[in-house]
């Protein structure tokens, strides 16, 4: 099946720096990737939609200028957090879309945040 | 706009009990398509299936089923002989047709099951 990661894994940061995540997606081009944010014991809620080549698409209230966007290739795509504070602590997970097929993603294994 | 519905925020069953996670959605598109994930302690998301909204069929893979019905916009998801491993969230999403494939999440609903 196709697989999507995650680097890194777990990552502690100071408050005020920035932080990068990569999603990558092994074994298939991902035309389109997904990032999503999910606090403790709550659902997950999409903050962006990245095509490749072409600048992401923000959900309402999600500020792009704090969390940047590139997807550069088609198999990868990068969240930077910048200036990152406290309540940016988080999960962020993010999914791949084979160009190929219908509607079908493919998830990372998730990357937590925490800000000190 | 989309939205679902997972009315049972905690469930806790005895092992080889059967159990039904609910799920209600809402949308306007006549095409969507509808999915469960199951998320352990581990965080990834797993994915058990996706449904589109012309296939009515109820479904059975093992232990879980799942039943669509588009009358009353529910895609209900049963576990046969729950097992310990079975402890997880489970989020039911949904995902208008036409090309979006924006996930709409549901709140999710943890399953404890007890030895």
């Known amino acids: 099946g196709a697989v999507v990661s995650q680097h890194p894994s777990r990552v502690i940061c100071k408050s005020g720096t920035s932080v990068k995540i990569e999603c990558r997606s092994l074994d298939f081009q991902a035309t389109t990737m997904f990032w999503y944010r999910q606090f403790p014991k709550q659902s997950l809620m999409l903050m962006a939609t990245?095509?490749?080549?072409?600048?992401?698409?923000?959900e309402q209230g999600v500020e792009k200028d704090k969390f940047l966007i590139n997807h550069a290739s088609l198999t990868l795509s990068t969240l930077t957090v910048t200036s990152a504070h406290p309540e940016d602590s988080s999960f962020y997970i993010c999914?791949?879309?084979?160009?190929?097929?219908?509607?079908?993603?493919?998830f990372g294994p998730g990357t937590r945040l925490t800000v000190t | 706009a989309q939205k679902v519905t997972q009315a049972q925020t905690e469930i806790s069953v005895v092992e080889k009990e059967d159990v039904t996670l609910d799920c209600v959605y809402e949308?306007?598109?006549?095409?969507?398509?509808l999915f469960w994930y199951k998320q352990p302690p581990s965080g990834e998301l797993v994915f058990l299936i996706r449904r589109n909204s012309f296939d009515e069929q109820n479904e059975i893979s093992g232990r879980y089923s799942w039943n669509f019905q588009k009358s009353t916009s529910s895609f209900n998801f049963t576990i046969t002989a729950s097992q310990v491993v079975d402890s997880a969230v489970y989020f039911c999403?949904?995902?208008?047709?036409?090309?979006?494939?924006?996930?709409?999440f549901g709140k999710g609903t943890k399953l404890t099951v007890n030895p």
């Open positions: 999403a949904l995902s208008e047709g036409g090309g979006s494939e924006k996930l709409v």
């Open positions: 949308t306007r598109d006549t095409t969507y398509y």
């Open positions: 990245s095509n490749e080549g072409s600048k992401a698409t923000y």
């Open positions: 999914s791949a879309r084979d160009g190929r097929g219908p509607y079908e993603q493919y």
